[in-house]
């Protein structure tokens, strides 16, 4: 089983948290460019979003909508420098009413590229791991 770990990032910091999920788990990355990209057939999903005014970035938006999730294995996880909103819940309703289904969600702190006190630092080495453990513990319920 190689899951596939789709992610879009702008600052690098869900690129981070999508490289150790990717490392942990044999997977293989994919940056979300359009929106467009396809879904490995049999294999489980990893998206991972930066939170953009409370939601997911509009590429991953675009990616979720515009995929068929009928029968597919996913989690989900995001970067955040102070409050996520409702990203991870869009996230996973949007998965499940299309018939996909949502075996984990993770938050990690991430550095505000303009607002350099918010989150300083993040996501570090604990982050990564956090996240590493957490994507095994996925795979486990695949
Ligand atoms: C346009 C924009 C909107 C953002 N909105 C939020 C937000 O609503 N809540 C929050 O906690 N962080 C927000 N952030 C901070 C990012 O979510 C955070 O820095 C994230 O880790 C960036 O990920 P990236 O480096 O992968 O692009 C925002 C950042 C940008 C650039």
Redesign the pocket.
Known sequence: MRPVVF???????????ARAVCEATDGSMKRIETGAEDLVEGEPVFV????????P?KPVMRFIKENDWDGVKAAVF????????KTLRWMRERIERDGGEVLGELK???????VPF??RG??DERDLEKAASWARKVLKRV
């Open positions: 992610y879009y990032s702008e600052t690098g910091n869900t690129e981070k948290v991972g979003t930066p939170v953009h005014a409370f939601k970035a995001c970067t955040y420098s102070l409050y996520p909103g990690v702190k991430g550095r505000h590229p303009v918010l989150a993040r996501p």
